[in-house]
């Protein structure tokens, strides 16, 4: 893909997270791009707390796990049914060759069972499944902490169940090794999960960073 240095350069529907101080985070979905501003979409909480000449903390990921930081200024805000922003256009854009991921700390049980790839028909099929129970103690979009009384090894897959926000979230992880050397502590790197999925887990996040 290649680098862009303007939101001039943006495109129709990406996605772009972003922070207000004294609110949280965010997440807004692009609408139009003109040649002196672009106008995006938001929840009704966000876009109501913001006023023209706010500044927020932004940033774009794009392919490859590459991601884009910049600042934004509010030109104005449509906020009925709409919800919609606008913002001047961002003429410097920070590079990144990773993704800054958004993590909260929490205490969310975590149950479980492990399965091997090669196995999978056996391990999702069997009638009674060993059930491991962890908690996930650092969460988000793309992976989670998670606390176990147990040995896990590393590279191994698990299968769980999450409940965040009111709805189960069914997750489909890799063993890696831990950020810390915690005891009875693993790295899961979910894998395969729908966008759905994970923009729940996102706005789970953004809620508890919620100011």
Same mark, same amino acid.
């Given at each position: 893909?290649?680098?862009?240095?303007?939101?001039?350069?943006?495109?129709? =529907?990406?996605?772009?997270?972003?922070? @207000?101080?004294?609110?949280?985070?965010?997440?807004?979905?692009?609408?139009? %791009?003109?040649?002196?501003?672009?106008?995006?979409?938001?929840? @009704?909480?966000?876009?109501?707390?913001? @006023?023209?000449?706010?500044?927020?903390?932004?940033?774009?990921?794009?392919?490859?796990?590459?991601?884009?930081?910049?600042?934004?200024?509010?030109?104005?805000?449509?906020?009925?049914?709409?919800?919609?922003?606008?913002?001047?256009?961002?003429?410097?854009?920070?590079?990144?060759?990773?993704? +800054?991921?958004?993590?909260?700390?929490?205490?969310?049980?975590?149950?479980?069972?492990?399965?091997?790839?090669?196995?999978?028909?056996?391990?999702?099929?069997?009638?009674?499944?060993?059930? =491991?129970?962890?908690? %996930?103690?650092?969460?988000?979009?793309?992976? &989670?902490?998670?606390?176990?009384? &147990?040995?896990?090894?590393? &590279?191994?897959?698990? +299968?769980?169940?999450?409940?965040?926000? =009111?709805?189960?979230?069914?997750?489909?992880?890799?063993?890696?090794?831990?950020?810390?050397?915690?005891?009875?502590?693993?790295?899961?790197?979910?894998?395969?999960?729908?966008?759905?999925?994970?923009?729940? %887990?996102?706005?789970?996040?953004?809620?508890?960073?919620?100011?």
């Amino acid at each position: 893909m290649k680098k862009i240095s303007s939101t001039k350069e943006l495109n129709e =529907n990406e996605v772009l997270r972003v922070y @207000k101080q004294g609110f949280g985070y965010a997440v807004l979905r692009v609408v139009h %791009i003109d040649d002196d501003f672009f106008s995006a979409r938001g929840d @009704k909480p966000f876009v109501s707390a913001l @006023k023209k000449k706010d500044r927020l903390e932004a940033y774009l990921w794009s392919e490859k796990l590459s991601a884009y930081e910049f600042e934004l200024e509010v030109l104005g805000t449509i906020d009925d049914d709409l919800h919609m922003v606008f913002f001047k256009h961002a003429d410097r854009m920070r590079f990144s060759r990773e993704r +800054k991921c958004l993590t909260a700390d929490v205490h969310l049980p975590f149950s479980f069972f492990p399965f091997d790839i090669l196995h999978t028909r056996k391990a999702f099929t069997a009638t009674a499944v060993k059930k =491991n129970r962890g908690v %996930i103690v650092r969460i988000s979009d793309r992976e &989670g902490v998670m606390r176990y009384d &147990g040995s896990m090894t590393e &590279g191994k897959f698990i +299968k769980g169940r999450l409940k965040i926000l =009111n709805e189960e979230i069914d997750i489909v992880a890799k063993i890696e090794p831990a950020p810390r050397a915690e005891e009875n502590t693993y790295m899961l790197k979910f894998i395969g999960m729908p966008e759905r999925e994970r923009e729940r %887990i996102l706005e789970f996040v953004f809620n508890v960073y919620r100011e």
